[in-house]
């Protein structure tokens, strides 16, 4: 992957559902190879698993939140 070969969707903040995300990424006509969703997990995930990789990049405040099924993996953006 590189910049040329990513899409972008954003999808607000606060009290953010994927739900919508993940519809919006299945009713596009591109072919998807991962989404990683930047996130602190207080969210609402799709019911189904998709059928290409996820990665929750989430903050360090959603360490203790669970996901449904993907990777998560802990970002901290902090200029510390």
């Avoid at 990049?57 to 901290?76: C, E, I, L, M, T």
Wanted: with cysteine; glycine share 8%; charged share 20%.
């Amino acid at each position: 992957y590189n910049f040329e070969t990513i899409t972008k969707i954003k999808a607000g903040r606060g009290c953010t559902s994927h739900v919508d995300v993940f519809k919006k990424i299945d009713e596009s006509d591109d072919r998807v190879g991962m989404v990683i969703c930047f996130t602190d997990l207080y969210t609402t995930f799709p019911t189904n698993e998709p059928d290409y990789p996820v990665i929750w990049a989430h903050s360090p405040s959603g360490a203790s939140q669970g996901v449904p099924w993907g990777q998560k993996v802990q970002v901290d953006l902090s200029s510390e």
